[in-house]
């Protein structure tokens, strides 16, 4: 006997599902639906994404309600289009077999008049995100009096993204006797309030530790300098020649930029962040679940609810502000019982933050050294090997065309033939790895720089005792409902810079400080000239100049507690600023002379690509 059928699932949503490759409930699903589906408790779920959530709730759903009737029974809450749509595919395919079953995906970024027409022509369960559930509420197009289920997935995600508002609002809508199903990859405070306000006794079931990550993802972490990160981040890349992966990055700017450098170094890449259009969405995420696409790059938001089969590689090429959005991110990989590795790529101060995600995910990070040139090389000649030894013949359209291959070859023996088909390839890999330089930076470069007296939280290195960037003061913070990414992204838009030049961003109450190349300092702060934030003008000045290094309610300098000046520019490390020091390097691709920031990207590509050029994968 099927083992849902045994869970209580019957044989029409049994059978679909079976198509859809279900063959053994995922722990969570074991221990969810037989609770889910007695209807009579409100329930907490915990698990890591990748484990089987919407099955857990969507199977129950789809025995609990009454689809004879056309009004909404059933609200899905979650907080991307992504999760959105994904949900509302999976529920139609599980239900294939059952009659006038009908979902609905309400989400921003489409036409609204689309979904309003869906609904009144009549639904059983929406699926939607908050903000324009919210919408089509206000337009009195909707009608949650006689809904009898609630489900908040991703819970977590939603109230990080500032979704608190208007949860409230659309569950104001709905029936006090309604039953409210959350589930959640971390179960941080805010979560367990929004539990406590929606919920009358719960049943709580938590899979694994709370916050822990998944079992079967491998967690590494690589030490580099800043001026050698993405050099870095391509080898590791070249030295794992069938990765299928997605590299998170912290701004929607970072993302578009290592994107395009990717690309026009011969990568098949592409971003995905908030400011791309539906449509552009869609094409992206068609090309990357089609494999047309080996690295999606993409903002943690961007990412949420992307569920791709197969993914072998999660990289963060920056950590991210939040700890528990490591767990999410990892989580995109080693999904539905499979394995998956997730990468860290970080300079020597970040090993704290390293620490720290290890006791949220409860596993030990693996200490990895950055391939030489020759590891590289090696790898990718063995995977032309197995590549030529596995590729599957095509006897009847190529039978035509063997007279003239072994005429061709005539001349040269089997091992000549095998030395020049490894060759196409490799020979590339070989000129362009030669003399690679060695890019693992010392763990305990902080120390070294201790002993030699500089201060532990300094960043950048010191030339002449002169910090390389300049600390600037600006009249916007806390207050403005601001963090370090939002304040980073208003930066970068105003003075029209790069993200990559970036250095420490601190959010204070009514003002902030942020750093950059003191040859850039002149260009952003005239970025700012006339600049406004909600009405009020914005000021920009080089800390420690008039009042910049006051606080704004009195006089008292702004001093450090060791009795140093914050004017000196140094950066102190941690999750907000990111590595901003140098960066991409147009016309070598790894190593050599890429501390300056970001190139530009009309640059020149390199000159030795003439002789074999970048090998697309």
Not at 144 to 160: H, I
Not at 369 to 388: M, N, S, Y
């Amino acid at each position: 006997m099927n083992p849902f059928i045994e869970l209580g699932i019957r044989h029409d949503i049994v059978n679909a599902i079976a198509e859809l490759g279900f063959e053994n409930p995922t722990p969570i699903q074991q221990q969810a639906i037989p609770a889910l589906l007695s209807g009579s408790n409100d329930f907490v779920g915990l698990a890591q994404t990748g484990t089987g959530k919407t099955a857990a709730f969507g199977l129950p759903l789809l025995e609990l309600l009454d689809f004879e009737e056309n009004h909404p029974q059933a609200l899905i809450l979650c907080p991307t289009r992504e999760l959105c749509l994904q949900i509302a595919n999976d529920l139609k395919n599980y239900a294939k077999n059952m009659p006038n079953v009908h979902v609905v995906a309400v989400y921003g970024g489409a036409s609204i008049s689309d979904q309003l027409r869906q609904i009144k022509r009549g639904v059983q369960i929406v699926v939607a995100t908050p903000g324009r559930m919210l919408d089509i509420i206000n337009r009195k197009a909707i009608n949650f009096s006689e809904v009898q289920f609630v489900v908040l997935d991703e819970a977590d995600e939603m109230l990080n993204m500032g979704f608190q508002e208007d949860i409230d609002n659309i569950l104001s809508t709905t029936p006090e006797d309604k039953k409210t199903w959350l589930f959640s990859a971390t179960m941080p405070s805010e979560v367990r309030r929004i539990a406590k306000k929606y919920m009358t006794d719960p049943f709580e079931l938590t899979m694994g530790e709370k916050n822990t990550g998944n079992v079967n993802i491998e967690h590494e972490y690589y030490i580099v300098r800043a001026r050698d990160k993405y050099a870095a981040f391509k080898r590791i890349v070249d030295f794992n020649p069938e990765i299928f992966g997605i590299v998170f990055c912290r701004t929607k700017i970072e993302t578009q930029e290592i994107a395009e450098a990717l690309i026009k170094d011969g990568y098949n890449a592409d971003s995905l962040h908030g400011d791309l259009s539906q449509q552009q969405r869609d094409k992206v995420m068609k090309r990357y679940r089609e494999r047309s696409l080996q690295l999606l790059i993409a903002t943690d938001v961007a990412a949420r609810g992307i569920d791709v089969n197969d993914v072998t590689h999660v990289i963060n090429y920056s950590l991210p502000d939040e700890i528990e959005n490591y767990t999410h991110r990892s989580g995109r990989t080693a999904r539905a019982g499979k394995t998956g590795v997730s990468i860290a790529i970080i300079n020597s101060k970040e090993l704290g933050k390293i620490r720290q995600i290890e006791r949220v995910i409860g596993k030990k990070f693996i200490k990895a050294e950055i391939p030489t040139g020759f590891d590289v090389c090696e790898k990718q000649l063995f995977a032309i090997v197995h590549k030529v030894h596995n590729v599957t013949v095509n006897e009847q359209q190529i039978e035509q065309y063997l007279p003239r291959i072994y005429d061709e070859f005539k001349e040269l023996s089997k091992e000549e033939v095998i030395k020049r088909f490894a060759s196409i390839e490799f020979n590339s890999f070989l000129e362009y790895y030669k003399n690679a330089p060695d890019l693992n930076a010392p763990a305990d470069d902080r120390f070294a720089r201790e002993r030699d007296g500089e201060r532990s939280g300094d960043k950048y290195p010191r030339s002449g005792g002169r910090s390389e960037y300049a600390r600037l003061f600006i009249n916007l913070g806390s207050v403005d409902d601001l963090n370090r990414g939002d304040l980073l992204n208003y930066i970068c838009n105003t003075a029209k810079i790069s993200g990559r030049i970036v250095g420490k961003i601190d959010v204070k109450g009514v003002y902030s400080f942020f750093e950059v190349p003191h040859e850039d300092s002149e260009k952003v702060m005239k970025g700012f000239g006339g600049a406004e934030f909600n009405g009020r003008p914005v000021r920009v000045e080089v800390a420690g100049e008039g009042t910049s290094e006051r606080r704004e309610g009195g006089n008292r300098d702004f001093k450090r507690r060791d009795g140093g000046s914050y004017g000196s520019g140094r950066r102190e490390g941690g999750y907000g600023g990111g590595n901003r020091e140098g960066g991409y390097n147009r016309d070598r691709r790894d190593g050599g002379n890429s501390g300056g920031g970001f190139r530009d990207f009309s640059g020149k590509r390199r000159e030795d690509r003439s002789s074999g050029g970048r090998r697309r994968f």
